[in-house]
């Protein structure tokens, strides 16, 4: 059984860290590009960043380029977002998502599996 399971999600200060995780179980996932996606309340879903297995490629929405560091430990079939110098528009439900293809993929049709959300809040 295919799972993605997010964790690491909680409430935090504004300029604080967190990081989440995202376990894979279920499917090799080596062979896949693995993405995290986030939603606010009453917004759509949006890309924040992806890793590639190929090279480690590595892809940042504009907004958190420079604060979040994507990385993998297929070892481990985990995937990390270290989420830095947080501000409240960070304040969202955060997915992980995998896509079978060893390049970037930043639109969500291209995924093919996807975990539960873990709520980040960023408030004082």
């Known amino acids: 059984q295919v799972q993605l399971v997010g964790s690491g999600g909680g409430l935090v200060q504004p300029g604080g860290s967190l990081r989440l995780s995202c376990v894979a179980s279920?499917?090799?996932?080596?062979?896949?590009?693995i993405g995290w996606f986030r939603q606010a309340p009453g917004k759509e879903r949006e890309g924040v960043s992806c890793?590639?297995?190929?090279?480690?490629?590595?892809y940042y929405a504009d907004s958190v380029k420079g604060r979040f560091i994507i990385s993998r430990d297929n070892a481990k079939k985990t995937v990390y977002l270290q989420m830095n110098s947080l501000k409240p528009e960070d304040t969202a439900v955060y997915s992980c998502?995998?896509?079978?293809?060893?390049?970037?993929?930043?639109?969500?049709?291209?995924?093919?599996?996807w975990g539960q959300g873990t709520q980040v809040t960023v408030s004082s």
């Open positions: 279920g499917f090799s996932m080596e062979d896949f590009a």
């Open positions: 890793i590639s297995n190929g090279y480690g490629s590595t």
């Open positions: 998502a995998a896509a079978r293809t060893l390049t970037i993929v930043t639109m969500k049709r291209e995924y093919d599996y």
